[in-house]
């Protein structure tokens, strides 16, 4: 069965902050976007890589692969408005029937197994997303003000990759776009469909904000 994935990295970085995006920040010596690709390539060299990338950072890109010898092939989809509007341009270069998962650039820290995992599961659920644990306790603002403790066994964090069949990842971002879009499964679940929770790993962090950079460096072995 074929097997793509979409690395959105259209981003600013925002809550970042710095000179650069943070999918182009070197950690441990290697930009974040260079480690994500790898991961994947390792895993399964059969995964088609998908990058989508601001279109004012694709020299730069260029410029990084060269000076970091970084020789993975990928196509490049341009960087939307929101991650939704990325995934989608990065979803047009899919071609051909079979599966799709969609991974944030900068999450390095996937684990082989939940790559694995989350693609033999997508073959026949359809629509697969890695979650972990919630490890602190949970509080619910009330609109009508003040604030109460929620159960968290109720709820789950949700990562990345999220992975779904071609076709149904397809008909979802046919989708007018939504602000509640803040992940691929919530527009597949527009549509009606099941989502199917499979274990992610806890390293697999999203890099956020500065801290989140120091406990990357920390996740990297010399
Ligand atoms: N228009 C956008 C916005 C986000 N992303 C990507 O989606 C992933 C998760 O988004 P987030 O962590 O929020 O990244 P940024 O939008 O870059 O960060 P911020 O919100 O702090 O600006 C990142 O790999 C980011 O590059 C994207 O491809 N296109
Ligand atoms: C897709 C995601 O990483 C799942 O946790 C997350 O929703 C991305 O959120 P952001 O608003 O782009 O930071």
């Known amino acids: 069965m074929k097997k793509y994935v979409i690395v959105v990295a259209g981003g600013k970085g925002l809550r970042m902050g710095g000179e650069i995006p943070k ?3 070197p ?11 790898e991961t994947f390539h390792a895993c399964d060299p059969n995964i088609e890589l998908i990058v989508v990338l601001p ?11 060269a000076e970091y010898g ?23 270069l899919v071609e051909e029937d ?33 979650v972990t644990d919630v490890v602190e306790t949970v509080r619910h603002l009330l609109p009508e003000g003040g604030s109460e403790t929620v159960s968290r066994n109720d709820y789950k964090l949700v990562q990345t990759p999220q992975v ?8 979802a971002y046919a989708q007018d776009y939504k602000p509640f879009f803040t ?40």
């Open 98 to 130: 079979g599966v799709v998962g969609v991974h944030d650039g900068v999450r390095p820290f996937v684990s082989a197994e939940v790559i694995a995992n989350c693609y033999a599961q997508a073959a026949t659920l359809q629509a697969v997303v890695p």
């Open 183 to 222: 992940d691929d499964a919530s527009v597949v679940e527009a549509l009606g469909q099941p989502v199917h929770p499979v274990s992610g790993n806890r390293e697999n962090i999203k890099l956020t904000t500065p801290f989140d950079l120091k406990v990357a460096e920390s996740l990297i072995d010399d």
């Open 23 to 25: 999918q182009f920040i």
């Open 55 to 65: 279109v004012e950072q694709r020299s730069y890109w260029e410029h990084l692969c």
């Open 164 to 171: 779904f069949t071609v076709e149904l990842l397809k008909r």
């Open 27 to 37: 950690v441990k010596g290697k930009p974040v976007l260079m480690r994500t690709l």
């Open 70 to 92: 970084f020789t993975l092939p990928h196509r490049i989809a341009a960087g939307g408005e929101t991650r939704f509007h990325s995934v989608k341009n990065g979803l047009a």
